[in-house]
C-alpha cells in the first residue's frame, strides 16, 4: 500500500512565496517519478511539474522560472518551490508518484492566492 501525504497549501497574497510538501509511504520502487499537478475550479487537472530519482526535471511552460521541483530521495519526499505567486496559481495541488504501471495520488492541498 502506497500513500501520498501532501502539505503546505494556504492562503497567501500575490508575490508571495510557497513550499509544498508530499511524502510518500510504503511499497516504493527505488526508481520512480514524482510530480505535482493542479486543479483550479472549473478547470481540469493540469501537470505542474516531475522530478525523477536521478534529479531530472520538467515544468509546465506556464511555471517555469517560478516553481521548483526538489526532492529528497532517503525520504520519499518532493518538494514544490513557488514564488511570486499570482491569482491564477490557486487551486488545489496533487502529488502523483510514479514506477513501472503504477500510479498514486495525494489527496491535495488547497494553495488559494488572494489579497
Known amino acids: 500500500q502506497v500513500q501520498l501525504l501532501e502539505s503546505g497549501g494556504a492562503l497567501v497574497q500575490p508575490g508571495g512565496s510557497l513550499r509544498l510538501s508530499c511524502a510518500a509511504s510504503?511499497?516504493?520502487?527505488?526508481?520512480?517519478?514524482m510530480g505535482w499537478y493542479r486543479q483550479a475550479p472549473g478547470k481540469e487537472r493540469e501537470f505542474v511539474a516531475s522530478i525523477t530519482t536521478g534529479g531530472t526535471t520538467n515544468y509546465a511552460d506556464s511555471v517555469k522560472g517560478r516553481f521548483t521541483i526538489s526532492r529528497d530521495n532517503a525520504k520519499n519526499t518532493v518538494y514544490l518551490q513557488i514564488d511570486s505567486l499570482k491569482p491564477e496559481d490557486t487551486a488545489v495541488y496533487y502529488c502523483?508518484?510514479?514506477?513501472?504501471?503504477?500510479?498514486?495520488w495525494g489527496q491535495g492541498t488547497q494553495v488559494t492566492v488572494s489579497s
Open positions: 510504503g511499497s516504493i520502487w527505488s526508481s520512480n517519478t
Open positions: 502523483k508518484l510514479t514506477f513501472d504501471v503504477a500510479r498514486y
